[in-house]
């Protein structure tokens, strides 16, 4: 297999149980996202942003909507003679134990990883949201000569403390030390989840953590090896929002009615590609009225919607009301109905009149094909 | 080569002059329509639909940007092993071939082409025509009637009748005489243009019709003729839905419109006939606080600040705060500044708009007398607090203040 010099690694289900409701059915990976995309859309992006045209895919569980969305890469242009998109459901076999942690997935897929003869691999996660130029990074990964470079983000706004990763950095920007699940009241530097790792490397400590029996390849191995090899960080300076409950997920949705995070996030020069569906472009009625949403192709809108993200096929009929909300792909809003705080998963349908009102601090959720 | 049922062929060479500076730099099929559409769409989403997968597309006129846009096909799922989209066009050969004379002679150059395939039938499209229409139930009909050459027609009124090609037919269908745009005509059965033949028949007549120095190779001016003098099986296909000739400023800019008329028959959000189109991966549309949208059409990577009216945007549009849209299309990457006002328009693809700009008129006030669509051609400028009237068609760049 000829590759390019770079490959890609994504892991699909990380942070899974950090948006149950939207994952109960569905992988991280494939959890809808501003008003049009999958969240894997920005991990791939990025990757065949920076002319990786190798990308595996990990996944364990619910992948399903998943392999739906990738199909075979096409819309990343990820659809290759020479490498291209491969996903890697568990393959149990006596030689692959379990199937519980990053070491056991990625020693799953060490002969992906040889056969690449790609020298350096960019592992990424889908629960963090940017558009990063991993280009500059992987530069700035061989020029440094670097074993690990890992990407961090500067930034004081992150309150919870579960699967954080702070890194310690030098003044050379040489990391001293990653420490996990720690909750940082001041500024300090969040790891994106995006980690480049020289090939030879990757597979020589998968290999020994397997063996050791080790879990997760981030804390139990890369963490622990800080001072062994040369890790340095890259920083992103852009916007990055990390996913880590429904209310960051509610949160960043809504970070998309900002110009300046918009521009970030979809960076003209670096587009974020996703599947194409061929809807018609959205018609706003005679009586419409919107102010300040993201609404993507396919709508119909009669009603009156504010503040709020809607997704391709949503119709809001004549009277109805929506605020706040986060409506997916098919929500069917009834005349007259109103909503406010409301997050709708696929093909929901609110009836005429329905008033459904949660808080800024509980949204109301309604399940994928439910119907109020 | 595996061999087809039917080879669709898609006259896509014409220049469109009457769309003029809308044409000036890219072919009429390749204009931009519906937000997110070009009316070449329209045929090959079609023809895919319809379950044809081999089409040859004839160019001539402009066709980088048409290139650009079929690409391998892949939109339209014309991306086969076997046939798919090909572009045709004219060619250097060693007997006089080259530049295509006309249509009939396009097809003529290419039968090389069609016979690769040794079809049965042959379906002769157009790139200038909105419509939706199952294809396969039109070459079912005309191999059920074992016609040589079958026709599809729209009724249209009798005044209008005398702008059209009109099918002047029998009780059972048949074709008996062709009149182009007749001052008196005899039926209302307008020709859209759409052929199916059988493949035998027609390259006789398109073999015979080039030895005449004198012919047009012209589908209606001189195949259909030869074919009736001939005595030949012609049958009319009535097809009575939504279609119209997207050829003049007025139709392209109707036809748009049409989009928003609940009355109107073009349902573009039918699910299982979609109209596909290269996506070019623009994020969604964002509509701001101070925005005021009604009856419009929105698509991907618009940002409107402004307000807009009964008025069909495409992609990548901006809308500047106090910025007024009405009654207009505002073609791909086109960006309307503060304060200036467009009405009754076509504003092609990434025209700058300046600051308080004002274009067009409501033919409301300034009264139907000379009034029409003003078109700003693709790439200009309209320099601050430019004006611009009704019914111009703007090919240079407008300084600020200048009044048009």
């Known amino acids: 297999m000829r590759a390019s010099a770079v490959a890609g690694i994504v892991f699909a289900n990380s942070g899974d ?6 994952t109960a059915k569905r992988s991280m990976a494939s959890v809808p996202f501003g008003a049009r995309y999958r969240l894997i859309d920005f991990a791939l992006s990025n990757l065949v942003n920076a002319d990786i045209n190798t990308v595996g895919i990990i996944t364990k569980e619910n992948y399903r909507s998943l392999m739906d969305h990738v199909g075979n890469g096409v819309h990343w242009e990820l659809d290759r003679k020479n490498g291209g998109l491969y996903l890697f459901p568990p393959y149990l076999t006596s030689g692959v134990k379990k199937y519980n942690g990053t070491v056991d997935a990625l020693y799953g897929i060490r002969e992906f990883i040889s056969r690449c003869q790609s020298e350096y691999f960019v592992i990424c996660h889908t629960n963090v949201l940017a558009n990063i130029d991993i280009s500059a990074a992987v530069e700035e990964h061989i020029a440094q000569e670097a074993d690990i470079t890992l990407l961090y983000k500067k930034s004081a706004a992150v309150t919870e403390s579960t699967d954080n990763l702070v890194l310690a950095l030098d003044s050379c920007n040489k990391v001293t030390r990653i420490d996990f699940d720690v909750s940082v009241g001041k500024q300090a530097a969040y790891g994106l989840g995006v980690t480049i790792i020289n090939r030879h490397l990757l597979l020589e400590l998968i290999e020994k953590a397997y063996e050791e029996d080790l879990t997760d390849f981030f804390a139990d191995v890369l963490a622990k090896k800080v ?15 990390f996913l880590k409950s429904a209310d960051s997920y509610y949160q960043a949705s809504m970070d998309l009615l900002d110009a300046d995070v918009r521009r970030q996030l979809f960076n003209r020069s670096r587009p974020i590609y996703t ?19 993201i609404i993507a192709d396919g709508c119909v809108i009669e009603g009156t919607v504010r503040n709020s993200i809607l997704f391709r096929g949503v119709k809001i009929e004549r009277g109805a009301s929506v605020e706040n909300c986060i409506l997916m792909q098919e929500t069917s809003i009834g005349a007259d109905a109103q909503l406010n705080y409301v997050v709708s998963d696929k093909n929901a349908a609110v009836g005429k009149g329905m008033v459904l009102k949660g808080t800024q601090q509980k949204h109301f959720f309604i399940k994928k094909n439910e119907i109020v | 080569m595996k061999n087809k049922k039917c080879v669709a062929m898609l006259l896509a060479g014409g220049q ?54 079929i690409g391998s096909g892949k939109p339209w799922d014309l991306d086969r092993i076997s046939g798919g989209v090909h572009i045709l066009p004219p060619y250097q050969g060693q007997d006089g071939e080259g530049w295509y004379k006309g249509t009939a002679n396009a097809i003529y150059q290419n039968i090389e082409f069609i016979e690769r395939y040794n079809p049965e039938n042959v379906l002769i499209l157009s790139g200038d025509h909105i419509y939706k229409m199952d294809y396969s139930k039109m070459i079912k009909n005309h191999i059920e ?13 009798m005044e209008e009748a005398t702008r059209f ?52 190779n012209d589908f209606g001016k001189n195949i ?114 503060k304060g200036a006002s467009v009405k009754y328009s076509i504003i092609a693809e990434n025209v700058v708009v300046e600051e308080d700009a004002d274009i067009g008129a409501d033919p409301a006030v300034t009264g139907s007398e000379g009034w029409g669509i003003t078109v700003v051609g693709a790439n200009l400028n309209i320099g601050k607090k430019a004006k611009i009237s009704a019914n111009k068609m703007i090919t240079e760049s407008i300084k600020e203040e200048e009044t048009v």
């Open chain 2, 165 to 216: 090609g009109i099918m002047n037919t029998d009780e059972n269908d048949t074709i008996y005489e062709f009149e182009e745009k007749p001052k008196h005509p005899k039926s209302n059965l307008a020709s859209m243009g759409i052929y199916v033949f059988k493949w035998d028949k027609l390259k006789k007549y398109l073999t015979e019709d080039e030895k005449n120095p004198d012919s047009a």
């Open chain 2, 224 to 337: 259909i003729p030869a074919m009736l003098n001939a005595k030949e099986l012609l049958k009319v296909y009535r097809f009575n839905d939504y279609w119209k000739d997207v050829g003049t400023v007025n139709s392209l800019w109707d036809a748009n419109l049409d989009l928003l008329n609940p009355k109107i028959n073009l349902d573009l959000s039918d699910k299982n006939w979609r109209i596909y189109s290269r996506n070019t991966g623009m994020p969604p549309q964002y509509v701001a606080d101070k925005a005021n949208v009604e009856n419009s059409l929105i698509t991907d990577g618009c940002e409107i600040y402004g307000s807009i009216d009964y008025s069909v945007l495409f992609e990548n549009v901006l809308i500047e705060e106090g910025a007024s849209v009405e009654y207009s299309l505002i073609m791909p990457g086109a960006v309307i500044k």
């Open chain 1, 227 to 241: 001072r062994q090899f040369k890790v340095i960080g890259f920083e992103h300076k852009e916007y990055a929002a």
């Open chain 2, 145 to 157: 009637t074992g016609a040589a050459c079958t026709i599809s027609v729209l009724e249209v009124s």
């Open chain 1, 275 to 293: 599947k194409t569906r061929d809807d018609m472009p959205t018609r706003y009625g005679t009586k419409a009225e919107v102010k300040n949403c």
């Open chain 1, 17 to 22: 149980s950090f948006l149950k409701k939207l």
């Open chain 2, 16 to 69: 469109g002059s009457r769309l003029g500076v809308l044409t000036s730099k890219i072919a009429k099929p390749a204009v931009p329509y519906g937000g997110k559409y070009r009316i070449i769409d329209f045929p090959l989403s079609n023809c895919a639909n319809s379950g044809i997968d081999t089409v040859g597309i004839l160019t001539q006129y402009k066709p980088l940007e048409l290139n650009d846009y």
